[in-house]
């Protein structure tokens, strides 16, 4: 694996993180309308073209859903942003991901793709491992409120939800 960030991606706990991850059977399942709703939701409340709902497996970032109602997408773990929102219990949010030195080498950003803005908030799961985020992206610079990062937190809080009727 790759990893364009240039520091360290992977956790302290990343073998009971993994274990976790699996307790869910979540990881390469089909599309389910509740999280194709929720990435909707998110995308919609916060007035941005791509909200996707991924979880961070060993080598790659998996999405379960997106605003469009896709899923399958599989990204390289090293290259996608939410192996760093994974890191930390709180939202990680790039307003200008050209102005972020670790994205610099980062295809998605300097590529044809264009990434701009960032927002994530991890999914975690009630043992405390965080197993994936909800993320919005946007090609263009954008400013990221406190009332925004409250909207994301609570569709984050509605994913844990439904990935704990899994169990």
Known sequence: MENTFGRNIIPQDEEERLENLKKYKILYTKSEPIFDQLAAVAATMLKVPMAMINFVDKDHVWTKADQLGDSGNEVERGTSLCSLAILKGEVTVFEDALAEPCLMSN?????????????AVPITTTEGFNIG?????????????????????WVAKMVQTEIEKRI
């Open 133 to 153: 985020a909800i993320c919005i992206v946007d090609k263009k610079t954008r400013t990221f409120s406190a009332e925004d990062r409250k909207k994301l937190e």
């Open 107 to 119: 295809p998605l950003v300097v590529g044809e793709f264009g990434l701009r803005f960032y927002a």
